[in-house]
């Protein structure tokens, strides 16, 4: 259902109630919008919601295309406008200047209140660099798997910064936590047979085995639309000391906000669970984002390379870039035999400038794989050659 949004212009008025700011769904779930309800009224087509945007303009969205989350709060948000009493100027005219400081306190202490709330950014000191997809990004479905070219901006790479301890083979030895606050207003909107859920997920005096039994149910009841609140509860039970909690949010997270969430689930791949680090691996080859590319080379060279060169190989010539620094001729056999045999499937024409370096390496293996990726290469860029349209 495509997402209608008409500009409107009519100004908000100093007795208007505001809601907090939110992503906003269609009733399809695909299109989403950040803005702050300011407004709900009867216009030509019914019910109409009116939404300040972030960079101030305003725009009218019919009711009835919300989803049902959205829907419920916009006839709440009516219902309690309609409730408030228009203000009588024979009574307030002696008490102006009491009103005025009197709002003007609760107005303060309100914005106040909201902005605590709504500070469900990652704290300080946990993750280094939490990801900041914008709106765009929002409105994709990051399901890359049939999509043959995938471009990728360097700007908007993801990064771990957290140093992850590790044993002789380069295995983590301690699992990393990744957490992020979660509010009351955050969960307020949930439906009620989820936020049952929600509430047993983060009571830390629920048991574990009550806990997988309430996330495993919300895979058949997850909501429609995009829930802040439940996406930060999600993030985290990735840092749950349970496996199986950590599996079943990694899932709910990959089929329900893989863009928001991408790089906690990338954060994965150094789970102490041997389980769970496959899993994501399994999860990014699905996802295919290539904000991911970067940071996924720099581990070419630990323990799990062959399936981090498995993720790599589903973007294609994308990822070769930051595969070329890997071959150089003082480099780890085992590295180089893999990121060899990786150009050798996913390699272009600036690859075999970067497989001619060990071409005369002294390890025979390390040899004989660049002279087998050369060859596979060239027959690729020649049958490629030979497809295109030839000129008359």
Known sequence: MIFCLIACSVGVTSNECRAQ???WTDSSGTYKIEA??????????????????????????EVSMLCEADRLLAKKFLADSQKKPEPNPAETTSNAETTAETTAESTAESKSEEKEDNAYQPEE????????????????????????????????????????????????TEN???????????????????RSIVDQLIDPKVAVDVKRRAIDSLKKKWPQGRHPGLLNVMINTLSHDDKFLRLSALDLLANHDSDQSLIYIFARIDD????????????????????????????????????IAGVLQAFGSTSTPWVHPWITADGDENVLLNACQLLGKIGD???????????????????????NSIERIR????ARASKSPKRR
Not at 39 to 53: H, I, P, S, W
Not at 136 to 141: D, L, R, W
Not at 176 to 194: G, S
């Open 21 to 23: 700011q939110r992503t």
């Open 36 to 61: 702050e309800l300011v407004k709900v009224f009867d216009g030509e087509k019914g019910l109409q919601a009116e939404l300040l945007m972030v960079d101030g303009k305003r725009m009218a969205i």
């Open 125 to 172: 000191g946990i993750v280094s660099r939490p990801i900041g997809a914008p709106l765009a990004m929002a409105t994709k479905n990051l399901d890359n798997r049939n999509i043959t070219t995938l471009k990728f901006d360097p700007a908007s790479a993801i990064r771990l910064d957290r140093e992850i301890q590790r044993d002789e083979k380069g295995r983590p």
């Open 176 to 194: 990393p936590v990744y957490e992020v606050k979660v509010t009351d207003r955050q969960l307020e909107y949930l439906p009620r047979n989820v």
């Open 272 to 307: 102490i669970s041997f389980d769970v680090r496959w899993r994501t691996y399994e999860t990014l080859t699905q996802l295919r984002d290539p904000r991911i590319i970067p940071e996924l080379c720099e581990r070419l060279d630990g323990s799990d390379r062959t399936k």
């Open 349 to 371: 024409s600036k690859s075999l400038e970067a497989l001619q370096k060990i071409v005369d390496h002294e390890s025979l293996l390390v040899r004989s794989q660049a002279e």
């Open 379 to 382: 027959k690729r860029l020649t």
